[in-house]
């Protein structure tokens, strides 16, 4: 069964610094990519998805991944961060053969202090 | 507006009395489903439903059932909750096309407490 793995538990970091946050998965096949964001109190919204083609791909709010195929990795990236990115984030992935089930990882929650 | 509703968004029950959580979406998707989150374990799916009558297991379903009798209502029932189903819950949607993956939409969760 496919799995999903987020290195970092909690992570805090000042604003203006850089965020990183890792992803891995463990299927050979066929995946869809996602990146998701909880806000505080709030459900679920899409950042950011990687299908196919350029494997740098750009989401809402200035955070882009990159998918690394040989790595099985999907890290998320911000180069300059706000306070207002305080949230939970989670990696999930599709194998193409799923149809539409999510896998997720166990979420990073992100602390930002101004 | 195109969303999906849940009720209840709180719910604080005591173990053994039947409960159901509703789920509902106006966008004419097929394929519905429903996960808990808990901590340091992401969402895990519990029960998905890829049309009207066509329910199966997710990851978790023990304790759980479902049922899609109308496309838009996908509720999940615990028949006789217990501590560990102290969670919060999130119903999905989206359209079902069995060659591609198409994009789910969640519902804003049901935070859910058995004494």
């Known amino acids: 069964a496919q799995s999903v793995s987020q290195h970092n538990h909690h992570v805090i970091l000042s604003e203006a610094a850089s965020l990183e946050l890792g992803c891995n998965y463990s299927?050979?096949?066929?995946?869809?990519l996602f990146w998701y964001v909880q806000y505080p109190g709030q459900h679920l919204q899409l950042l950011l998805k990687?299908?196919?083609?350029?494997?740098l791909v750009k989401g809402i709010k200035g955070f882009e991944a990159e998918f690394i195929k040989s790595k099985f990795s999907f890290n998320l990236r911000k180069p300059s961060v706000q306070w207002s990115d305080t949230a939970e984030y989670f990696c999930?992935?599709?194998?193409?053969?799923?149809?539409?089930?999510?896998?997720f990882g166990g979420g990073t929650r992100v602390l930002v202090k101004p | 507006e195109a969303q999906v509703t849940q009720n209840p968004r709180y719910l604080i029950t005591v173990t053994g009395k039947k409960l159901t959580v509703t789920c509902s979406q106006n966008m004419n998707h097929e394929y519905m489903s429903w996960y808990r989150q808990d901590p340091g374990l992401g969402l895990r799916q519990i029960y998905y439903s890829m049309n009207v009558e066509v329910t199966d297991k997710g990851d978790v379903p023990e304790g759980y059932k479902v049922s899609r009798k109308e496309k838009r209502n996908f509720p999940l029932i615990l028949e006789s909750p217990s501590p560990n189903q102290t969670s919060l819950y999130f119903c999905?949607?989206?359209?079902?096309?069995?060659?591609?993956?198409?994009?789910?939409?969640f519902g804003p969760g049901t935070r859910l407490t058995v004494l």
């Open positions: 999905a949607s989206s359209l079902f096309r069995a060659s591609s993956y198409n994009e789910q939409f």
């Open positions: 299927y050979g096949g066929t995946v869809n």
């Open positions: 990687y299908f196919s083609g350029d494997p």
């Open positions: 999930a992935v599709n194998a193409g053969a799923a149809g539409n089930k999510l896998t």
